[in-house]
């Protein structure tokens, strides 16, 4: 018997194909750039014409034809999920293209840098629409090497090389106990497909179903930087350029969890036991970790790091609502990650301006930048705002559909240990406002931006005041989003593989 011809839908896989041709064309303008390197306005150009075509094609998919009920060669699902957080990873990257533009620190190839984020945009996208364990994990190391390749983009200096080789060691090892994990699964279901390693854990009562789980569990903690696998987060985006700090913190950090919502959803069965509480657990552990963490540090990109953790944590919260029976959670994850681009981008762009400015990311040398530059100070004020949660911000829409999951799942608990992070949150944002805000300093003049620079960072903003005032216009395009993946777990549908297999005599 001979292996079945799979008939392709190549408009599914438009998105991917796009950014692979553009990385590859992304290569060779920075080879032919060569007395330019340091800037390589050609290869910037490149990557945004790509982004934009990917993100189009996303679109077109999206509101184009029905979308299929089966995934797309057995492996990746091409659904409502995977399509909303294509978009936003590939929205992210284009507004760290554009941030890219205005940074002024020294890379050796800027050309690389752009290529490399293209190859990555290839990999989330992959990894958004992965149905399959052996897809998951190519995709996700896929991802985690272009990564590595990011933190450690500025060769001369040794804490760029320090943080890709520490981002290595950690990776390196989260990848094995997330593969070993896999490998158990297989093991005990006999298939790689996530629908169908449910279906085969459901018929099992092996004490191994949970072990393994828990270390595929702690590989995509690592990737969305969950406790006890945060370690690596200050110092790789203390030691990255900072676009690729900001890269790290949000279209990497979308990316890990549109898999895990699908993990969970799709491969985790509800014979599992205590799996909604150890969610749980990890969610509050990452929210305290993380901003008893960001209240001692001195430098803006270390505060901001571990304000990302705690983020994290905020949107696990949503996944242990997930799991514990409220559907509505998966669409407030899609809506807290939403907000969570738009404002973390912008302050990320805000930094990237202010050091233009103060020379540094210490926060004490921020202090008077509103009598220096007053748009750029007042800016990161309203970004700083929207992360700690208040209205009429991004943030606060986000965090008020989380909160709302969670009570509904029965998970008061974690809620008010949430709220109460979001307090200790604001003592440290709100000192970084007062720092710029409320002390004078003697320096004086500012420092002109890049336009491109400044298109980021109002952007940015703009994004986060529509959230905020408006959060209609985007409410419903997550529910709808959420319905697709939501109706195949409820079916328990699981595509049938074709048979490869010898036939027996």
Known sequence: MGIPAMNLDWRLLSPELILTLFAVVCLLVSVGARPHLTRAPEAATVAIVGSALALAAVLWIAFGEPLPDRPVGYALAVDGLALFFKALCILA????????????????????????????????????????AITLYLSLEFLSLVSYALAGLTKQEPRSNEAAVKYFLFGAVSAGVMLYGLSLLYGLTGTTDLAGIASGLRATAS??????LVMVLAGLLFKVS?????????DVYQGAPLPVAAFLSVASK????????RVVMVAVPSTVHRWPELLAFVAAATMVVGNLSALKQTDIVRMLAFSTVAQAGYVLMGVAALTAGEPPALAACMMYLLAYLVMNLGAFAAVIAAARVVGTTEIADYRGLAYRAPWLAWTMVFF??????????????????????????????LAVVAFLNSVVAAYYYFNVMRMMVFLQTEKTGSVPQSGMLRLAIFASLAGTLVMGVAPSLLIDPAERSSRNVLHQRRAGLQVSRPDTSAPRR
């Open 226 to 234: 969950g406790v006890p696998f945060h370690m690596w987060t200050p």
């Open 384 to 413: 700083l705002l929207s992360l700690t949660g208040l209205p009429p911000t991004a943030g606060f829409i986000g965090k008020y559909f989380l909160f709302q999951a969670a009570i509904r799942a029965d998970l008061v608990w």
């Open 207 to 212: 004490a191994v179903a949970l072990p393994a």
């Open 93 to 132: 990257t284009l507004v760290v293209v554009a941030m890219s533009c205005g940074y002024d620190q020294p890379i050796a190839n800027r050309g690389e840098l752009y290529a490399l984020l293209l190859f990555a945009e290839v990999a989330m996208c992959l990894l958004c629409s992965a149905n399959d």
């Open 254 to 261: 979308a990316a890990g969890f549109a898999v895990l919502c």
